[in-house]
C-alpha cells in the first residue's frame, strides 16, 4: 500500500523551458539544447511560467539540460558531505526522463536564491522533494516525446522514451541530442500533461549505480575546502575567547612576531549576544603557510576579559537538569490523568537519564577561503567552504560587507565537498572569520581549524536530562507514564532570553512517543544557557531516543518478558497515531501528515524484523547480551540491535544490525553506508562521546580526551532495508538514536550493569 494519495501525486509542478535565457550564465549552466527549470512547492509559487521574464525566473531552482550530442546535465543545487545527494537528486530525475546513466553529469550549483532553499539537513533533500524532482524528468521526457512526434508526424500516444533514446511506429528512433534543440522551440508542458512512471517500471531508483565524485575520492583528486589554494593567499589561524562571551583582554604577540613566515597578528571583533552562529572573535595569526600560523600561534599569548558563562561547570549544570526533571515541569502533551493516580509501587518503575555535551567532531575541519575585491558599493566577495547552507551563509557573508540580499549577486560562494558535517558545518562563523580577515588584509585568506579549535569551539549537542516513570498493567503494558525533558535549547543563540525547547524541537522523539496508553504527561523546564548548542546529527532524538529505548527494556526487564515483546505491547494496534488532539504542537519533522503519519504497523514490522534478523532473543553464553532500540524519526522507521561481551569490565561491542524503512530508497547503497555511518557514529556517543565544560571552557582538546571510534572497536555490522513503496523518509539521521539504547541496553544483558548516563566509559572500560 503507498501513502501517496493522489492530491500529492498530482500536486502542480511548474516547468520552465529556460534554453535561450541569458540568466543560465549567471548560475554558470552550460547552454544546452534544451534546459528545463522547475520550482519545487513550498519554496515559490510560479503562475504563467511561458511568460516569465529572466528577473522572473530567479524562483526555479532545480535545472535539467540535454545537449545536441545528448550528454545530461542535471544541477544538484544542495550539499554533499557523504550522504550521497549528489547522486541521488540526478538519479530520481534521469529515471523519470529515460535518460542513460552512463550520459548524465553532475554539475554543483552555487549558494544562490535562484536555487530556493539549498539548506542540507533534517535529512529533508529526498523525502521533501522526491515527486517533484521526478516531475522535472518526467517534463523533460515528454517535451523529446512531442519533438519526435513533430518530426515524425505522428502523436505522441505513438512514441516512448526508453534508454535515451525515443521510439517511435515502424522502429523509428532518436536519440536525446537530436531532439534537444527541436524540443527547446517548445512550451514547457501544463501540470496535468506530466504523467510519472510506476514504480515497478524504475531502472535507476532504488537500483545501484555508480556514484558521481566516486572515482576522484578514491584516487584523492576530490576538492575539498582545504584543498583551495589561491595565488597571494594567507593563512589564518585562529586563538578564540575560551568562555563564550569573552573579549580579549591583552596580548603579547611579541614571540609569535618572530616566526619566519607570520605576516600579522590581528584582533578579531567583538560581536556580543546572541552570538548566533557568528565569530567568537579573538585574535589571528596570519602567516603564508599553515606551519607558520600554528607555530605562531602557541606562542601567542592572550589574557581574556570573560563574562558570567565562566562561572558553568557542566558537572554541576548536569545534575541540576536531573533534579529538574525529577519534579514537575511544563506540560506539553497531555493524556487522561497521571498526578490524581495512586502508583502502585511494585508494578511502577522511574528513571532519570543523562547526557553530557557532544561535539560534531567530522574527520574534516571547518575551513573557508574568501577573496574580497572592489569597494564601498562595488565590494565583492568570493568564497569557498564547505557548507551545509550555502544560502545562509551567504546572506551573512553580504551583511558583513555592509550589502542588503538583494545584491547577493555580489558574493559568489563555491560549495566544496565535505569530510563530514554533521550539522557543524551548517553554521558559518568560520566563514565569517575569513570574510573579515580578508576585508581587513586586502588579500586571500584561509582560515584553518585545527582539532582543538573545533573540539573547543563548536556548537555542542545539548547537555540533557530525561525523566521516564510509569506503571505495569495486569496484560504487561504500561500506563500511567510520566516523561520530562530539560536541556539547553538551540533557540538561545538566536535569542538569548530563550529557555526552554520549542515545540519543533520536543517533537524530535519526545512529544511524539507513540505508545498505548491512557494516562499520559508530557513535560519540560525552564533552563539557563551557557555555551553554543546546535544541531548535531539526530538532535535531541539523540538523548531522547536514548531515554525511551532504555526505559522499554527496563520495564521488560521488570515484567519478565522480552524486550521485543514489550515494544508490542506498548504501541498496540496498529493505527495512525496523532499526538495533536492531546494538546501537542506536533511539527511531524515539517512532512505532510498524509504522507508521512505515524504508522504504528510499519514500527511493529520493524521491531520484528530486527529481533528475526540479529536473533536477539536466542540464548547466548554468559557475559554476553543482546540490546535493541527503535526510534522514528525524520519520517523514518529505524531499530538496531547489538551485541556486546562484557568480561573484566571491559565492553566489547561483537555485532550490530539496523533494520531500516525508509519508504523508497534511492540510492540503496548510500542508504546502507548511511547506517553504518550511524553505527559507527553510534558507538562513538555511546561509548566515549563527552564534552566537559569547567570554568565555562571545554577541556578536550583532541582526539587522546575527546575520543571517537576506532577500527578495532568496530563490530561486523548488518543493514536490513525493508522495501517499500511508502513515501521517502530521511537516512542521514535516523540511523543514530536507537544505536545508542541497543548498546547500553546489550550491556545490562550481559553484565547486569545498568547504564544511564552516557558515556558508558564512565562505568567501565571500552
Known amino acids: 500500500m503507498s501513502y501517496y494519495p493522489e492530491q500529492v501525486l498530482n500536486k502542480p509542478l511548474s516547468v520552465t523551458n529556460v534554453s535561450r535565457r541569458q540568466f543560465l550564465k ?77 550520459r548524465v553529469t553532475m554539475r554543483q550549483g552555487l549558494a544562490d536564491k535562484r536555487y530556493g532553499a539549498q539548506g542540507t539537513a533534517g535529512s529533508t533533500s529526498i523525502r521533501s522533494h522526491f515527486n517533484e524532482l521526478r516531475r522535472l524528468g518526467a517534463a523533460a521526457r515528454l517535451m523529446l516525446e512531442q519533438a519526435a512526434a513533430q518530426r515524425w508526424q505522428v502523436s505522441t500516444e505513438q512514441v516512448r522514451a526508453s534508454e535515451h533514446k525515443i521510439l517511435g511506429p515502424n522502429g523509428l528512433s532518436a536519440d536525446f541530442g537530436e531532439l534537444a534543440q527541436a524540443a527547446s522551440l517548445l512550451a514547457q508542458p501544463q501540470p496535468e500533461q506530466i504523467t510519472l512512471k510506476a514504480a515497478a517500471d524504475f531502472r535507476l531508483i532504488g537500483k545501484e549505480v555508480k556514484l558521481f565524485d566516486l572515482d576522484d575520492i578514491v584516487a584523492g583528486k576530490a576538492v575539498y575546502a582545504q ?17 563564550v562571551g569573552g573579549k580579549v583582554k591583552a596580548i603579547d604577540d611579541s614571540a609569535a612576531r618572530k616566526v619566519a613566515g607570520v605576516v600579522d597578528i590581528v584582533t578579531l571583533k567583538h560581536r556580543g549576544y546572541p552570538v548566533a552562529t557568528n565569530p567568537l572573535g579573538g585574535v589571528a595569526v596570519i602567516a603564508t603557510n599553515t606551519y607558520a600560523a600554528l607555530k605562531a600561534r602557541s606562542v601567542l599569548k592572550v589574557k581574556w576579559d570573560n563574562d558570567d558563562n565562566q562561572q558553568h561547570q557542566s558537572d554541576e549544570y548536569l545534575q541540576h537538569l536531573k533534579t529538574l526533571v525529577n519534579q514537575k515541569g511544563i506540560n506539553i502533551r497531555k493524556l487522561g490523568e497521571v498526578y490524581q493516580h495512586e502508583y502502585d509501587q511494585e508494578k511502577t518503575l522511574e528513571a532519570t537519564y543523562s547526557v553530557p555535551y557532544i561535539n560534531h567532531s567530522p574527520m574534516e575541519t571547518p575551513c573557508a577561503t574568501a577573496r574580497i575585491s572592489g569597494q564601498g558599493a562595488d565590494i565583492q566577495a568570493e568564497v569557498w567552504a564547505g557548507t551545509q547552507h550555502p544560502q545562509w551563509a551567504q546572506r551573512q557573508v553580504l551583511a558583513e560587507l555592509g550589502l542588503s540580499d538583494e545584491q547577493a549577486g555580489q558574493v559568489r560562494l563555491t560549495m566544496t565537498l565535505m569530510g563530514g558535517a554533521f550539522g557543524r558545518k551548517s553554521k558559518a562563523d568560520f566563514i565569517l572569520e575569513s570574510v573579515e580577515l580578508a576585508m581587513k588584509l ?5 582560515v584553518v581549524w585545527s582539532r582543538e ?60 512517543t507513540p505508545f498505548a496508553f491512557n494516562n499520559a504527561s508530557f513535560e519540560t523546564h525552564k533552563v539557563d544557557t551557557h555555551i553554543r548548542t546546535g544541531w548535531v546529527r539526530s538532535v535531541a532524538c539523540i538523548n531522547n531516543g536514548f531515554a525511551l529505548g532504555s526505559f522499554v527494556d527496563e520495564l521488560a526487564v521488570k515484567a519478565k518478558v ?171 539521521e535516523p540511523g543514530v538514536p536507537p544505536i545508542i539504547p541497543s548498546i547500553t541496553n546489550a550491556i545490562y544483558h550481559a553484565s547486569g550493569v545498568r547504564i544511564r548516563d552516557l558515556p558508558v566509559n564512565k562505568h567501565l572500560k571500552v
Open 562 to 732: 522480552t524486550t521485543t515483546d514489550m515494544w508490542l505491547k506498548l504501541l498496540g494496534d496498529d493505527r495512525f497515531e496523532d499526538p495533536r488532539p492531546q494538546g501537542f504542537k506536533y511539527s511531524n519533522y515539517s512532512m505532510p501528515w498524509d504522507t508521512h503519519p505515524i504508522d504504528i504497523a510499519r514500527m511493529k514490522q520493524l521491531i520484528k524484523l530486527i529481533s528475526d534478523k540479529a536473533q536477539v532473543n536466542d540464548k547466548l553464553p554468559q557475559g554476553q547480551g543482546w540490546g535493541i532500540g527503535f526510534l522514528r524519526s525524520f519520517g523514518s522507521y529505524v531499530a538496531a540491535a547489538t551485541k556486546v561481551s562484557v568480561q573484566d569490565d571491559k565492553v566489547t561491542v561483537l555485532e550490530m544490525h539496523t533494520a531500516v524503512d525508509i519508504g523508497v530508497a534511492v540510492t540503496p547503497d548510500r542508504v546502507r553506508a548511511q547506517m553504518e555511518g550511524a553505527m559507527v557514529f553510534g558507538l562513538s556517543i555511546t561509548l566515549m562521546g563527552e564534552i566537559d565544560v569547567k570554568d565555562g571552557a571545554v577541556v578536550q582538546s583532541n582526539f587522546h580526551n575527546g575520543p571517537v571510534t576506532r577500527m578495532h572497536q568496530v563490530p561486523k555490522m548488518f543493514v536490513h532495508i525493508l522495501e517499500s513503496d511508502h513515501a521517502p523518509g530521511g537516512v542521514g
Open 442 to 446: 586586502n588579500k586571500p585568506v584561509k
Open 227 to 243: 584543498d583551495i589554494y589561491l595565488d597571494d593567499m594567507l593563512i589564518a589561524s585562529i586563538v578564540r575567547p575560551p568562555v
Open 26 to 102: 549567471g548560475l554558470g549552466l552550460s547552454s544546452s539544447a534544451l534546459v528545463l527549470g522547475c520550482t519545487i512547492p513550498g519554496f515559490a509559487t510560479l503562475a504563467n511560467a511561458a511568460e516569465r521574464s529572466d528577473t522572473e525566473l530567479h524562483e526555479l531552482n532545480v535545472f535539467v539540460s540535454i545537449s545536441k550530442d545528448g550528454t545530461t546535465e542535471i544541477v544538484c543545487h544542495r550539499a554533499e558531505m557523504g550522504q550521497g545527494i549528489r547522486t541521488s537528486v540526478p538519479q530520481i530525475i534521469a529515471e523519470e526522463l529515460e535518460a542513460d546513466w552512463q
Open 453 to 512: 579549535d573545533d573540539m573547543e569551539h563548536g556548537f555542542y549537542h545539548s547537555i540533557s536530562a530525561n525523566y521516564m516513570k510509569a506503571q505495569l498493567t495486569d496484560d504487561n503494558g504500561a500506563d500511567y507514564w510520566i516523561q520530562r525533558v530539560a536541556y539547553p535549547p538551540i533557540g538561545w543563540i538566536f535569542n538569548d532570553k530563550t529557555d526552554r525547547p520549542s515545540a519543533g524541537d520536543l517533537s524530535v522523539g519526545f512529544g511524539d
